[in-house]
């Protein structure tokens, strides 16, 4: 229901017009056939490690209540759902593209079932406008999103060459988490990414995902507890984060879900932040991104500590 009321609220009364009245199986007042368009038009460019654990992004089987694997196809879910990130005088629209992955083999935590995505912002005068006039304004890529190695990243899509088609994204090896920068991968993310040997990933089958309460394409599974896919159904864009890239002088912006939480302690290697510590490992100082440097000499000095960190870390890293 509450997509109906956004709906109501930021897109008027396009629902009468002839694109909104089409199917649409998950009932958000998108037409499948917008959907489908979009999904294609704005694809990212996936670069998967040569030798990804793996695989590839797997498609999950349809109408089965819980997620199995069908084959990893490096299939892509879609999502499209209707955004209040732009205001009233313009259609938003976040459209969210899904890699799921059958595990996760990273170097810490590794688990059955991955949830990763890549999500863009994307505009146009009406929900009627030629999928030609769509274009997308912001991307955002999540990576180990909700844990004390946040590094999901943002950026405008015109810094990234991504506001008619799809960006470059970079999946870190094993562990998945998703990059808009190349070298973001590498000094990001507790220190258990890395983006060495890429190659581009052939598409695989685009499906949509639909809504957790409206499933498309035979995706029944998106609720199941075996995996927080359900959770991750989000718009992604508000105006804070749209603000901040705005301003931003950075083409990536390299932390978009704000600045770690007081209670963490960071660990860094080679001069960046890459991790946090919990308040088990004391002794070091609280960090932001400036103390980065000055944490990192620090923290090399101690040497062997490092494991001890990295494992304090990594039942957080799960996701
Ligand atoms: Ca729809
Ligand atoms: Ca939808």
């Not at 955004?83 to 059958?102: E, F, I, K, P």
Request: glycine residues 10%.
């Amino acid at each position: 229901m509450k997509t109906f009321l956004l709906l109501g609220v930021f897109l008027g009364g396009i629902a009468d017009a002839p694109l909104a009245t089409a199917a649409d199986r998950d009932g958000d007042g998108v037409s499948d056939a917008l959907e489908r368009a979009l999904g294609e038009r704005f694809r990212p460019q996936f670069w998967l490690d040569a030798n990804e654990c793996a695989g590839r992004p797997a498609e999950f089987r349809a109408d089965s209540a819980k997620p199995r694997v069908f084959a990893r196809n490096g299939a892509v879910y879609t999502r499209v759902a209707p955004s209040a990130a732009m205001g009233r005088d313009r259609v938003a629209l976040t459209l969210s593209y899904y890699h799921l992955w059958d595990r996760d083999c990273g170097p810490l935590s590794p688990h059955p079932l991955d949830v990763e995505r890549v999500s863009a912002l994307v505009v146009a005068s009406s929900l009627t406008s030629s999928v030609d006039d769509w274009v997308a304004l912001y991307w955002y890529a999540a990576a180990h999103e909700d844990t004390v190695c946040d590094t999901s990243n943002a950026a405008r899509a015109e810094a990234i060459g991504a506001v008619t088609a799809g960006p470059n994204v970079w999946i870190a090896k094993g562990k998945h988490a998703s990059y808009l920068s190349r070298a973001l991968c590498s000094e990001r993310g507790c220190g258990v990414d890395a983006c060495r040997d890429m190659v581009a990933m052939s598409p695989g089958p685009l499906l949509n995902l639909g809504e957790a309460d409206a499933p498309a394409d035979g995706a029944e599974w998106i609720a199941s507890e075996d995996w927080p896919l359900a959770s991750k159904l989000r718009r992604d864009f508000d105006l804070a984060l749209v603000a901040r890239l705005d301003s931003s002088d950075e083409p990536v912006l390299a932390r978009a879900n704000g600045q770690w939480r007081p209670q963490h302690y960071s660990l860094s290697i080679g001069g960046d932040i890459v991790g946090a510590l919990g308040k088990a490992n004391g002794g070091l100082q609280e960090a932001d991104e400036k103390s980065g440097n000055a944490l990192a000499k620090g923290f090399l000095a101690v040497g062997g500590a490092l494991g001890v960190a990295a494992r304090a870390v990594g039942s957080t890293l799960g996701r």
